[in-house]
């Protein structure tokens, strides 16, 4: 969702995974599979594998956010918000 948020940058990995909080291994695992998906755009400078949003405009559908697997936590945590009911 990160990705989605600021879609002129490019992130790596790492920064993915600490911002997120979730270990490399699953980010590279969502990763591979939006970037099958068209989703997202990916390029290798040395051994940092950087990958940013094929959206120019930053908008994510409904469908992709409800899609992802905890997408609305993420979002509430980097917005700075709460779940409530």
Same mark, same amino acid.
């Given at each position: 969702?990160?990705?989605?948020?600021?879609?002129?940058?490019?992130?790596?990995?790492?920064?993915?995974?600490?911002?997120c909080?979730?270990?490399?291994?699953?980010?590279?695992?969502?990763?591979? #599979?939006?970037?099958?998906?068209?989703?997202?755009?990916?390029? *290798?400078?040395?051994?940092?594998? +950087?990958?940013? %949003?094929?959206? @120019?405009?930053?908008?994510c559908? #409904?469908?992709?956010?409800?899609?992802?697997?905890g997408?609305? *936590?993420?979002?509430?945590?980097? +917005?700075?918000? %709460?779940?409530? @009911?």
């Open positions: 969702m990160l990705l989605l948020l600021h879609p002129e940058r490019e992130y790596s990995i790492t920064e993915l995974a600490e911002a909080g979730v270990t490399h291994t699953a980010i590279v695992r969502e990763v591979d #599979r939006l970037v099958v998906g068209g989703i997202l755009d990916d390029r *290798r400078v040395g051994r940092n594998r +950087l990958v940013k %949003s094929r959206s @120019r405009s930053g908008r559908s #409904r469908t992709l956010c409800l899609s992802s697997p997408s609305a *936590r993420l979002i509430l945590r980097i +917005l700075g918000g %709460s779940l409530q @009911r």
